[in-house]
C-alpha cells in the first residue's frame, strides 16, 4: 500500500503559470481534501470531493480548480499562479463508511511563485 | 460554524518531563471526533491520538493522552517524559457527524523539546 501520494515534491512556478498538483490513494477511500498550510494559520481546506464526479469548496477556493474522474485520483489545478499561492499543499483520503477514522495525508508538495 | 483554537502558537519543554498543549474548540453538534495530529519537520502528518465526543473516557497512547472536557469544548494533549523526537508543530482538529465531511484545524503550535 503506497497510501496517499503526491507529485511534485517541490515545485517554482512565475506568476501566470499553470500547474497540476497530483494526489493519488490507493485505499479506495471515499473522500479525498486538498489543504494548503501557511505559517500561523493552519491547514486550511480548498476543495474536497465525497465520490467520483462529486467535489466542493472549502475555505479557501478561489484561484484553485479540482475534478474526480476516478476514486483514486484527485488533482488541483492552478490556471494561473499568482505570489499568494506559494504554500506547502497536502492531500488527504479518507474512508466514508468509517466515520470517526482519521484523514490520511500525503507527503505534501511545496510550491513556491515568483 | 465550527472553529477550533490553539491559544499557544509555541512551547518548549525540557527533556523527560510533562508538556500539555491546549485546544478549545466550538460546535453545536452533540456527537464529533477530535484528533491531535503531529507534524515533524518532514512535513509528514501523523496522528497521534483519537477522541469519540460520546466516550466520556480519555483517550491514552503510550506517552500521549487527552483531557477531553465535553462541556467545557476542551481537548488538551499531554506529552508525558518528552522527548526529542517529539519536537514538531502539533495541529488539533474536529470533525463533525452530521452530515459534513470536513475536517476543522486549528492553528497548530510549535512544540521544542530541550536537551
Known amino acids: 500500500n503506497a497510501g496517499v501520494t503526491q507529485t511534485p515534491k517541490f515545485q517554482v512556478l ?9 494526489c493519488a490513494q490507493d485505499m479506495n477511500h471515499e473522500y479525498m481534501s486538498w489543504y494548503r498550510q501557511d505559517p500561523g494559520m493552519g491547514l486550511r481546506l480548498i476543495h474536497y470531493s465525497v465520490g467520483a464526479g462529486i467535489t466542493d469548496q472549502g475555505e479557501v477556493p478561489n484561484g484553485y480548480n479540482v475534478s474526480r474522474s476516478t476514486t ?24 466514508a463508511a468509517k466515520v470517526g477514522e482519521t484523514q490520511y495525508f500525503g507527503p505534501g508538495t511545496r510550491l513556491l511563485v515568483l | 460554524a465550527q472553529t477550533v483554537t490553539q491559544s499557544q502558537p509555541e512551547m518548549s519543554v525540557q527533556e523527560a518531563e510533562t508538556v500539555t498543549l491546549s485546544c478549545t474548540y466550538d460546535t453545536s453538534e452533540n456527537n464529533y471526533y477530535l ?3 503531529k507534524q515533524p519537520p518532514s512535513r509528514q502528518m501523523i496522528l497521534v491520538i483519537r477522541q469519540e ?19 467545557a469544548k476542551s481537548f488538551s494533549l499531554k506529552i508525558s517524559d518528552s522527548q526529542l523526537g517529539d519536537t514538531a ?7 463533525g457527524t452530521s452530515g459534513t465531511y470536513k475536517y476543522i484545524f ?3 503550535t510549535r512544540l521544542k523539546v530541550l536537551a
Not at chain 1, 512565475?14 to 497530483?22: A, D, E, R, V, Y
Open chain 1, 14 to 22: 512565475k506568476t501566470g503559470q499553470s500547474m497540476t498538483l497530483q
Open chain 1, 72 to 95: 483514486e485520483d484527485f488533482p488541483l489545478r492552478l490556471l494561473s499562479a499568482a505570489p499568494s499561492q506559494t504554500s506547502v499543499y497536502f492531500c488527504a483520503s479518507s474512508s
Open chain 2, 35 to 37: 484528533f491531535w495530529y
Open chain 2, 53 to 71: 465526543a460520546y466516550k466520556q473516557q480519555n483517550a491514552t497512547e503510550n506517552r500521549f493522552s487527552v483531557n477531553f472536557q465535553k462541556a
Open chain 2, 89 to 95: 508543530m502539533y495541529f488539533c482538529a474536529f470533525k
Open chain 2, 106 to 108: 486549528g492553528t497548530g
